[in-house]
């Protein structure tokens, strides 16, 4: 079989999938599948480094995960789905890695530093957390992924990952870890239903790939519109209006998205027409995924992120292996 490339993303599974994760990434792993050697991490271990106290959380929702990737089109045939915390390569290369990292540098990762801003950890920082970027080079180098198609967000994990595989193969004079780069251009962003930064989980502003069609039409009559627009006759806003981006993001009818920009711009067009064009919309997208997940078992889905993770195992097997042998850690009795 000829070689592929390969593409190495992961999501930490604190909660089940939206559309925010399909317009960010799940989109572009169905596209990506046929052309790539493509891993897909549950990246349980990373998730903990948050959720220590509430590991039940993280648990409950490898599975969840697991089926939203099912669901969308992912295909375990041609992707490899797998549980980090099945990996223990990964945690010896993070071992490895700490040592050509400083903290200094850890502290300037702008990520990590908005994390720590946001969480109040104050003077007290676990180590894990503040550690979780090395870990994440381990995740990218032990496949040897070249592209890891991420958000913006992730740049400064693969930047740090590449420093820490030109520090490898500099000071271990070897040519065994790879860099990655980042896949500019494939990850787009959609808003919260609030209008507020993004569709996130945590801001409870996200339409979920299973929310029912009753909570799917309450979020899309709920939406943020333009607060001026009072009377239906009344010029509205279509920048910044959450209808409008979500139509952007699901409407496939662009010439009809367009005359409809046009109309509401001018006035004559009330939100609730483009309300229930939405809801029309987003339902008959979310309805065939809600569906396919609910007719998967947990027994299907446990089986494939554990074949998942047999294989993902192996293959990061053979990087420890050529990491250990770089750094001179070989015990093997054919050496002495
Ligand atoms: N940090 C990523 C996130 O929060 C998840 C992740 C863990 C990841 N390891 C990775 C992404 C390796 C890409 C490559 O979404």
Same mark, same amino acid.
């Given at each position: 079989?000829?070689? $592929?490339?390969?593409?190495?993303?992961?999501?930490?599974?604190?909660?089940?999938?939206?559309?925010?994760?399909?317009?960010?990434?799940?989109?572009?792993?169905?596209?990506?599948?046929?052309?790539?050697?493509?891993?897909?991490? @549950?990246?349980?271990?990373?998730?903990? #480094?948050?959720?220590?106290?509430?590991?039940?959380?993280? *648990?409950?929702?490898?599975?969840?995960?697991?089926?939203?990737?099912?669901?969308?089109?992912?295909?375990?045939?041609?992707? #490899?789905?797998?549980?980090?915390?099945?990996?223990?390569?990964?945690?010896?290369?993070? #071992?490895?890695? *700490?040592?050509?990292?400083?903290?200094?540098?850890?502290?300037?990762?702008?990520?990590?530093?908005?994390?720590?801003?946001?969480?109040?950890?104050?003077?007290?920082?676990?180590? /894990?957390?503040?550690?979780?970027?090395?870990?994440?080079?381990?995740? @990218?180098?032990?496949?040897?992924?070249?592209?890891?198609?991420?958000?913006?967000?992730?740049?400064? *994990?693969?930047?740090?990952?590449?420093?820490?595989?030109?520090?490898?193969?500099?000071?271990?004079? #070897?040519?065994?870890?790879?860099?990655?780069?980042?896949?500019?251009?494939?990850?787009?962003?959609?808003? /919260?239903?609030?209008?507020?930064?993004?569709?996130?989980?945590?801001?409870?502003?996200?339409?979920?790939?299973?929310?029912?069609?009753?909570? @799917? $039409?309450?979020?899309?009559?709920?939406?943020?519109?333009?607060?001026?627009?009072?009377?239906?006759?009344?010029?509205?806003?279509?920048?910044?209006?959450?209808?409008?981006?979500?139509?952007?993001?699901?409407?496939?009818?662009?010439?009809?998205?367009?005359?409809?920009?046009?109309?509401?711009?001018? /006035?004559?067009?009330?939100?609730?027409?483009?309300?229930?064009?939405?809801?029309?919309?987003?339902?008959?997208?979310?309805?065939?995924?809600?569906?396919?997940?609910?007719?998967?078992?947990?027994?299907?889905?446990?089986? @494939?992120?554990?074949?998942?993770?047999?294989?993902?195992?192996?293959?990061?097997?053979?990087?420890?292996?050529?990491?250990?042998?770089?750094?001179?850690?070989?015990?093997?009795?054919?050496?002495?």
């Amino acid at each position: 079989m000829e070689k $592929r490339v390969v593409a190495l993303t992961g999501d930490r599974p604190t909660g089940r999938l939206h559309l925010g994760h399909w317009v960010g990434s799940l989109k572009n792993r169905v596209e990506m599948q046929s052309a790539f050697d493509q891993y897909i991490m @549950i990246a349980d271990v990373q998730a903990l #480094t948050d959720y220590f106290e509430n590991p039940q959380k993280v *648990m409950d929702n490898v599975l969840e995960v697991t089926a939203d990737y099912l669901a969308v089109g992912i295909d375990p045939e041609l992707s #490899t789905i797998f549980i980090q915390s099945q990996i223990p390569s990964l945690s010896e290369l993070t #071992t490895y890695y *700490m040592n050509l990292v400083t903290v200094s540098r850890l502290e300037r990762n702008p990520t990590v530093k908005a994390e720590i801003a946001q969480k109040a950890f104050g003077e007290s920082i676990p180590c /894990g957390f503040f550690c979780y970027p090395v870990s994440q080079a381990a995740d @990218i180098t032990a496949f040897k992924t070249e592209v890891v198609p991420v958000g913006d967000d992730q740049l400064p *994990m693969i930047e740090l990952s590449n420093e820490i595989v030109r520090r490898f193969n500099k000071v271990y004079n #070897t040519d065994c870890l790879k860099v990655a780069r980042a896949k500019p251009g494939a990850i787009g962003r959609l808003v /919260g239903i609030d209008g507020k930064a993004k569709a996130s989980k945590s801001l409870g502003n996200a339409i979920f790939l299973s929310d029912s069609p009753e909570v @799917i $039409r309450e979020k899309v009559y709920s939406m943020y519109t333009d607060p001026n627009h009072i009377r239906v006759s009344d010029p509205g806003k279509v920048e910044g209006n959450v209808v409008f981006s979500y139509l952007d993001a699901f409407y496939e009818d662009k010439d009809e998205l367009a005359a409809l920009k046009t109309h509401y711009s001018s /006035g004559g067009l009330g939100d609730i027409v483009l309300k229930s064009l939405l809801d029309t919309v987003l339902q008959s997208r979310i309805q065939p995924i809600r569906e396919k997940r609910e007719n998967l078992s947990r027994k299907y889905l446990l089986e @494939i992120c554990l074949q998942g993770s047999q294989k993902a195992k192996s293959v990061a097997q053979k990087t420890l292996q050529e990491v250990k042998e770089a750094i001179g850690i070989n015990f093997s009795p054919l050496k002495f």
